[in-house]
T-cell receptor, first 114, second 113 residues
Framework: SAVISQKPSRDICQRGTSLTIQCQVD?????MFWYRQQPGQSLTLIAT?????????ESGFVIDKFPISRPNLTFSTLTVSNMSPEDSSIYLC???????????FGDGTRLSIL | GESVGLHLPTLSVQEGDNSIINCAYSNSASDYFIWYKQESGKGPQFIIDIRSNMDKRQGQRVTVLLNKTVKHLSLQIAATQPGDSAVYFC????????????FGGGTRLMVKP
């Protein structure tokens, strides 16, 4: 499976600031996704990162709050904008190498907002 | 440690016993299911998957059973070890077109030595 690296692994941020999380894969993948995992809960898909075009957002998530980039087949970023304590969560990148293959996850970014 | 799994149902088993983790899914049209294991401080790790044309699939020490009639999925872990302690999630394709996954609520497995 692909090796997925997320940076930063954790951060503590001030309310009202923004943070960009990076996801780097060691090989080209067809699909990249961003999930949120709130404390004690399961994973919720934020958006699908599309190469060369705007991300596809799930209900409840908007581009102004979670802008996403995917400039190539191995890299994507997620920005959490204008953060509030409710954004404290684990943010996870996942990738799918090809059709019919399972998604594999990075180790996540643990974000705390004061 | 992480707060993942704090509010999740917990299964406690003795080391060496077999574990069975259950999952009910909602979409009768789902044709693919995945089990993930999430250890503290890490992302979900792929364990095993199964397609809807199968009832059973075996891996190393793990077996997944699929009952489409009652929309039920189970993960069986043989000879459970302390390293199996983690939160386990089942996942199925999301309701919309595309490759998104919908995750179940998760079960925390605790292995007693």
């Amino acid at each position: 499976s692909a090796v997925i690296s997320q940076k930063p692994s954790r951060d503590i941020c001030q309310r009202g600031t923004s943070l960009t999380i990076q996801c780097q894969v060691d090989s080209q993948v067809t699909m990249m996704f961003w999930y949120r995992q709130q404390p004690g809960q399961s994973l919720t898909l934020i958006a699908t990162a599309n190469q060369g075009s705007e991300a596809t957002y799930e209900s409840g998530f908007v581009i102004d709050k979670f802008p996403i980039s995917r400039p190539n087949l191995t890299f994507s970023t997620l920005t959490v904008s204008n953060m509030s304590p409710e954004d404290s969560s684990i943010y996870l990148c996942s990738v799918e190498k090809g059709e019919g293959e399972p998604q594999h996850f990075g180790d996540g970014t643990r974000l705390s907002i004061l | 440690g992480e707060s993942v799994g704090l509010h999740l149902p917990t299964l406690s088993v003795q080391e060496g016993d077999n574990s069975i983790i259950n999952c009910a899914y909602s979409n009768s049209a789902s044709d693919y299911f995945i089990w993930y294991k999430q250890e503290s401080g890490k992302g979900p790790q792929f364990i095993i998957d199964i397609r809807s044309n199968m009832d059973k699939r075996q891996g190393q020490r793990v077996t997944v059973l699929l009952n489409k009639t009652v929309k039920h999925l189970s993960l069986q872990i043989a000879a459970t070890q302390p390293g199996d302690s983690a939160v386990y999630f089942c996942a199925e394709p999301g309701p919309d077109a595309g490759n998104m996954l919908t995750f179940g609520g998760g079960t925390r497995l605790m292995v007693k030595p």
